[in-house]
T-cell receptor
């Protein structure tokens, strides 16, 4: 059974710092890995998707890397801002055989607070 | 991308009652997924809803407790039956073949 772990569980940093969030998974036979952001009382917003054949993806100040063989991914946030304060979730998918969708296994999340 | 709406956005219910949550997608999709997020926890998959067939439930979830309907390619419902306070959670639906898109969630409090 796939297990996904995120470290740290919570992180508080001053504005402007670069930071790294970690995600590890036990079964390397994944289809892809996705990072999400969840604001309090809100749903999930997809940040980055990394296919199993890829090593990294970038979007603005965000960079996500994937080392499938070691079962690890990191989300790098550059020059953090108070607006980045949220819970960050990583999730790995195992492709459905009929190519109709992906089931996700989520990590426990990292609660990030960026102080002004 | 996909735009997903859910109804209701939140509800407070008495134990022993049932609540049906609706999920509407702006495009036709083969599969829809229902997740539960208990307070302070991450998301757990409840079931996969495939149009035209019975839903597939994950370990720990049963059809009698969480019946699901999938009448067409843009709509699904999840019913939380005979509720207890332990069912207080956020319930989310999602779709996607690569990137997964989530609805805003239904926040349920059972008293």
């Amino acid at each position: 059974k796939q297990e996904v772990t995120q470290i740290p569980a919570a992180l508080s940093v001053p504005e402007g710092e670069n930071l790294v969030l970690n995600c590890s998974f036990t079964d390397s036979a994944i289809y892809n890995l996705q990072w999400f952001r969840q604001d309090p009382g809100k749903g999930l917003t997809s940040l980055l998707l990394i296919q199993s054949s890829q090593r990294e993806q970038t979007s603005g100040r965000l960079n996500a890397s994937l080392d499938k063989s070691s079962g690890r991914s990191t989300l790098y946030i550059a020059a953090s801002q108070p607006g980045d304060s949220a819970t960050y979730l990583c999730a790995v998918s195992h492709h459905m055989n009929n190519n109709a969708g992906n089931m996700l296994t989520f990590g426990g999340g990292t609660r990030l607070m960026v102080k002004p | 991308s996909a735009v997903i709406s859910q109804k209701p956005s939140r509800d407070i219910c008495q134990r022993g009652t049932s609540l049906t949550i609706q999920c509407q997608v702006d495009s036709q999709v083969t599969m829809m997924f229902w997740y539960r997020q208990q307070p302070g926890q991450s998301l757990t998959l409840i079931a996969t809803a495939n149009q035209g067939s019975e839903a597939t439930y994950e370990s720990g979830f049963v059809i009698d407790k969480f019946p699901i309907s999938r009448p067409n390619l843009t709509f699904s419902t999840l019913t939380v039956s005979n509720m207890s306070p332990e069912d207080s959670s956020i319930y989310l639906c999602s779709v996607g073949r690569e990137t997964q898109y989530f609805g805003p969630g239904t926040r349920l409090l059972v008293l």
